[in-house]
């Protein structure tokens, strides 16, 4: 699958965003998919995730409350709501998606390296 993801931009503090990840190739809904950021001099971190379905989200502790994932699978898209915005969010924003395969931890979304396929991302910046 190749993903691309759009929406970034420059935006003030408490500003919103929407961050859009479209999905061509194979068959879109089968896969949980996922947003990470990456600050300049820092490592890839994970944002938020969600199942193949669409059914379940979770969210890192630094977003909860002022991001949302959504996933539309006839659309073959996966987006994200950003809202609230800090100096601390801006980032190069990626979507990735996962393979269905058994996991083995409950927080392996998490994980960059669980994700098979990644867009090229997203820059966003907030200025304060």
């Known amino acids: 699958v190749q993903l691309q993801a759009s929406g970034g931009g420059l935006v003030q503090a408490g500003g919103s965003l929407r961050l859009s990840c479209a999905a061509s190739g194979r068959t879109f809904s089968i896969y949980n998919m996922g947003w990470f950021r990456q600050a300049p001099g820092k490592e890839r971190e994970f944002v938020a995730a969600?199942?193949?379905?669409?059914?379940?989200?979770d969210y890192a502790d630094s977003v909860q409350g002022r991001f949302t994932i959504s996933k539309n699978n006839p659309k073959n898209t996966v987006t994200l709501q950003v809202s609230t915005l800090k100096a601390e969010d801006t980032a190069v924003y990626y979507c990735a998606a996962a393979n269905l395969r058994p996991r083995y931890s409950s927080t392996w979304y998490q994980g960059p390296s669980e994700y098979d396929y990644w867009g090229q991302g997203t820059l966003v910046t907030v200025s304060s």
């Open positions: 969600i199942v193949w379905s669409g059914a379940r989200t």
